[in-house]
């Protein structure tokens, strides 16, 4: 193998930038040849590239987002276009692609490596719901946004003794409400593994309330059935049930920006640089991750095939912390 190829797909993560830099270096310094895939699999769908040298990731350690660039592409999905994508790389002489990104970008990559290229990911979500690592490329910078988001917060509602209604992000796994309510201090954390009703929710600020709290917390989870939005639409129509004034903060894609934490920057390096040498030494169809505190590799076919789930020990202790 002379020549691989790596491009960054899906949501973009803080770390992302990091990750190619040590795979574009490691692979030099392992005597390949390094090609830039832009644009995500849409990129490569269309054949879009440039070929990487040292210099060329210089300076992009600290930087935020994909250098690369991404993007979601709904037509890679189907077998023609990622045979058509295999084809690209053939005919530039490729011989391994990297893939970072989270959910869906592994299952792109697990796509390719059944059809005979190999490939190995590398764990890259700020959502944290990619089995296979304990955590991903740019979740702790995503945690350090909302911390400080959260900090910001919790001074005005003191001031005006309000509860805020925080949305993060997540989608279907509640890593980082579960987190943020710890280090943040919530009242209330609500994520779609462990959902709560807004009469409950209303309950639970009226006891804190009681308890003389002069503000309260609570953190949801996007992608849970009660999100930002639905609990609004209630309290609109309910707020004699709270003793609160209630305010809510969509945190959005701020949790996406910024420069990488030195956690993501260390967890970015370590993985792209273990990537290169897993495609060297003839892996193929594996996900480069990060489990109790070491490099692990796991079948892409089991990354696809299992879902993540929420330690019960942690969610245990941010129930207990929030009493």
Same mark, same amino acid.
């Given at each position: 193998m002379k020549y691989i190829a790596v491009v960054t797909s899906g949501g973009d993560a803080p770390g992302m930038n990091a990750a190619v830099r040590s795979v574009v270096r490691t692979g030099i310094d392992l005597g390949f040849k390094m090609f830039g895939v832009k644009r995500g699999f849409a990129g490569l769908l269309q054949n879009e590239g440039v070929e990487l040298g040292i210099r060329d990731v210089s300076g992009v350690l600290q930087s935020g987002g994909t250098f690369l660039g991404t993007a979601r592409c709904e037509e890679y999905k189907k077998l023609i276009a990622q045979k058509k994508c295999l084809t690209n790389l053939q005919n530039r002489g490729v011989e391994g692609l990297i893939v970072i990104g989270g959910d869906g970008s592994q299952k792109g990559a697990y796509a390719l490596h059944k059809l005979g290229l190999p490939v190995v990911g590398v764990a890259s979500t700020v959502d944290n719901d990619l089995y296979g690592s304990d955590i991903s490329i740019g979740a702790d910078t995503a945690l350090?946004?909302?911390?400080?988001?959260?900090?910001?917060?919790?001074t005005t509602a003191l001031s005006h003794q309000r509860a805020f209604l925080v949305e993060v992000m997540g989608r279907k796994y509640g890593y980082l409400?579960?987190?943020a309510g710890i280090a943040g201090g919530a009242e209330i954390v609500i994520t779609p593994e462990f959902e709560m009703e807004p009469e409950k929710i209303a309950a &639970?600020?009226?006891k804190a309330y009681k308890k003389g709290k002069k503000y309260a917390l609570v953190i949801v989870t996007d992608g849970a059935k009660n999100n930002a939005q639905k609990i609004t639409t209630y309290f609109k129509e309910h707020s004699q049930e709270i003793d609160y004034e209630l305010r809510v903060t969509v945190l959005g894609h701020v949790q996406r920006g910024g420069s990488p934490s030195v956690f993501d920057r260390l967890l970015a390096t370590r993985l792209g640089g273990a990537a290169v040498k897993a495609l060297d030494e003839g892996e193929s169809g594996k996900l480069i991750g990060w489990i109790e505190g070491k490099v692990a590799l796991?079948?892409?076919? &089991?990354?696809a095939q299992k879902r993540k789930v929420l330690d019960l020990n942690t969610w245990e202790l941010a129930k207990v912390l929030a009493r």
């Amino acid at each position: 193998m002379k020549y691989i190829a790596v491009v960054t797909s899906g949501g973009d993560a803080p770390g992302m930038n990091a990750a190619v830099r040590s795979v574009v270096r490691t692979g030099i310094d392992l005597g390949f040849k390094m090609f830039g895939v832009k644009r995500g699999f849409a990129g490569l769908l269309q054949n879009e590239g440039v070929e990487l040298g040292i210099r060329d990731v210089s300076g992009v350690l600290q930087s935020g987002g994909t250098f690369l660039g991404t993007a979601r592409c709904e037509e890679y999905k189907k077998l023609i276009a990622q045979k058509k994508c295999l084809t690209n790389l053939q005919n530039r002489g490729v011989e391994g692609l990297i893939v970072i990104g989270g959910d869906g970008s592994q299952k792109g990559a697990y796509a390719l490596h059944k059809l005979g290229l190999p490939v190995v990911g590398v764990a890259s979500t700020v959502d944290n719901d990619l089995y296979g690592s304990d955590i991903s490329i740019g979740a702790d910078t995503a945690l350090n946004t909302i911390i400080e988001s959260i900090d910001k917060i919790k001074t005005t509602a003191l001031s005006h003794q309000r509860a805020f209604l925080v949305e993060v992000m997540g989608r279907k796994y509640g890593y980082l409400a579960m987190i943020a309510g710890i280090a943040g201090g919530a009242e209330i954390v609500i994520t779609p593994e462990f959902e709560m009703e807004p009469e409950k929710i209303a309950a &639970e600020l009226k006891k804190a309330y009681k308890k003389g709290k002069k503000y309260a917390l609570v953190i949801v989870t996007d992608g849970a059935k009660n999100n930002a939005q639905k609990i609004t639409t209630y309290f609109k129509e309910h707020s004699q049930e709270i003793d609160y004034e209630l305010r809510v903060t969509v945190l959005g894609h701020v949790q996406r920006g910024g420069s990488p934490s030195v956690f993501d920057r260390l967890l970015a390096t370590r993985l792209g640089g273990a990537a290169v040498k897993a495609l060297d030494e003839g892996e193929s169809g594996k996900l480069i991750g990060w489990i109790e505190g070491k490099v692990a590799l796991t079948s892409l076919k &089991e990354v696809a095939q299992k879902r993540k789930v929420l330690d019960l020990n942690t969610w245990e202790l941010a129930k207990v912390l929030a009493r």
